[in-house]
């Protein structure tokens, strides 16, 4: 496998994430039992953010213009262009932390729903070697204090994001992509938080095996990301996502994400005796 600076390897492995995405969506769309357990929290979820964004669409010039005191005194094209940037930047940083937020909330609310749809993965696959039994409470617990962390750590990083979307040019094509990167890399290590739990592997531990294979599950991340930025991709995708995470939990940690192919039995000799 290649090395993180030899392009070809890390494209491909980039590209590996991204086909965990598009496993994730064949085996939730293939599996009726699979769309009942995942839609609803994913569409509560999903009712609760497209308001919250539709609020912020609502007031975002008024933000704008307090976040662009300092251009009051501007003659006024310069002032307007200043504060067009600004409702840029501001929608853009909402939207990042919308993304990152609803899969930390829905993941909340469907808990059972989604631990649910990952054990249903993993038995698939072989089940879980050495797995922790972790009493429902518990796992609540921990997934809302995690979410909590991830949410703070994304939230001190889109800050910054969104200054630099401010700037003429820069704000508008290298940042988005950054943010993209950035916002894929949040969504990897939530999506695969309930399988590393069930091992006993907490948030820690997400980042420094994550990292250790970085390109994969930034290609899966980042794929996860863009179908959010879809209207109701979110809420469509979210399931599909939590099978996609479980896979590449388990190909993190080494452990295989294709089905045994059945022995084949040998041809019966047809010719006649």
Known sequence: MGGVFYAPGVVGEFLAGVG???????????SPRLVVLGIIPALISGLVFLAAFATLIYFVSDLAELATWFADDWSEG?????QFLAAIGILGLGGLIGVLTFTAVTLL????????????????????????????????RRSLW????????????????FFLGLLPLVGQTVVPVIGALVGGWFLALELVGVPFFRRGLRLPDRRR???????????????????????????LVMPAAVAGGTLLARKVLGLPVDVPAPTAQPAKDLRPR
Request: proline share 7%; net charge negative; with cysteine.
């Open 20 to 30: 965990l995405l598009g496993r994730g969506i064949g085996m939730y769309a293939r």
């Open 78 to 82: 310069l002032r307007d262009a200043v």
């Open 109 to 140: 609310i469907g808990d059972p729903f989604y631990e649910k749809i990952s054990e249903m993965i993993e038995e698939r696959f072989g089940g879980v070697p050495g797995e922790v039994e972790v009493p429902w409470w518990r796992s609540l």
């Open 146 to 161: 995690d979410s909590i962390r991830l949410i703070a750590l994304s939230l001190a990083i889109g800050i910054p994001l």
């Open 209 to 235: 095996i994550l990292a250790a294979h970085r390109p994969v599950a930034l290609g899966f991340g980042v794929s996860v990301f863009v179908c959010f930025l879809i209207p109701l991709g979110a809420v």
